[in-house]
C-alpha cells in the first residue's frame, strides 16, 4: 500500500495542489471540513452509531467485525468516488484524529492505485491549527459605515485594485442585517466559517494589512472566532458617513424585488428592538408597497444602534468619513486616502 503521512502544515500546502478526502461521516463533514475537502465517508451516521455502540459495549474487534459487515457493500462505490476525485493518482486523506478511519480508507484506495497522505492528528489537528491561526494579531483596517452605505462594494472594488480583502459577509453567506438572508444560500456552521476564514488568510502576505468589513459578534447564526473578533476590534476602523437620501436608492434597487412576506418577516424579528409603532409603521409600508418609507424607518432604527455601537469603540482606533456620493470609485479612494494618511498602507 502507498500511504504516506504529514503533518499539518504540509497537508495543508499539499492541500493547494492535490484534492482531499474527508472520510468522516456526513454529519461530521457537514458541522465543519478542510475547505474544498470532498466527504467519502467510511460510515455513514447510522453506522458510524452502530460501530461506537459496539466499540464501548463490546471492545475494538468486535467494532471492526460490525464496521467491515456494515462497509463492505459499498466499498466499490467508496472507491470509485475516490477514483474521480484523484484525477492525478494522488489523495489527501483524513479523518478525526488520524487512525482506524484513516488507515482503512487508504488501504482501500490502494487498491485502486491511488497514493495516500495522511492528515497526522486528522481533523482535530487541523482545528486546533485554525483557532491557533485566527487567534493571531494581524494587521487589519476594519471599514464601518451605516447600513447601506456600499461597503461591501467598496471592498470588492479595493481587492480589484491590489488591496488584500476578505469579505466576511460573503463568507457568512449573510448581509449582516436582519434582511441579510433575503436571496443567500444557507449558512454554514460557525465551525465551518472559521475554516473559510482561515483558509482566506493563509493566503494573504502577513506583513500587508487585509481589509475586512466591520461587524457584530455575529454574522446571521454565524459567529465569529472569538479571539480573531476581539483582533478586528484592536485595528483601525475607517467609517463612512452617509446621509439616508443617498443610501436610498441603491437600497431600493437591493430588496424592493423580494416578496412583500419575506421583507415583512425580516421587520418581525426586530420588531421588538424596533419598537412596536415603528415596526408597525415599517410593515404598513411595505403593505402599500412603499419601500422606501419601509427602508426610511428601519434605517432609523440600525443607524441608531449602529452609532450607538460605534460609541464603545476606542476613539484613537476610529477615523471617521463623511460623503455626499454612493459612488463606489469615489468612495474607495476616500477610504484608501485616509488609511494611507494613517500610514497603515
Known sequence: MTRHSADITTFLRMAGEYPVADVRSPSEYSAGHIPGAVNIPLFNDREREIVGTKYKKEGRMQSILSGLELSGPSLRTKLETALRAAG???????CWRGGMRSEAMSWLFSLGGIETIVLEGGYKAYR?????????DRKMIVLGGLT???KTRILKHLGENGHQVIDLEGLANH???AFGSLGQPSQPSSEQFANLLCGKLLKCDPYKPVWIEDESRNIGSVFMPGEFYLSMQRNMTIVLLMDVRTRLPRLLEE????????????VVRISRRMGGERAKEALEAIKNGDFAKAITVTLDYYDRTYLYGLKRKDENRVVRINTDTDDVVI????VADAAREMDLL
Not at 430588496?255 to 425580516?266: I, K, N, R, V
Not at 468612495?331 to 476616500?334: G, L, V
Open 331 to 334: 468612495n474607495a479612494a476616500r
Open 175 to 177: 448581509k449582516g442585517s
Open 88 to 94: 492525478n493518482g494522488k489523495l489527501l486523506v483524513y
Open 255 to 266: 430588496y424592493s424585488c423580494y416578496p412583500a412576506d419575506e421583507l415583512s418577516a425580516s
Open 128 to 136: 486546533r491549527y485554525v483557532l491557533g491561526e485566527l487567534a493571531a
Open 148 to 150: 447601506g452605505s456600499g
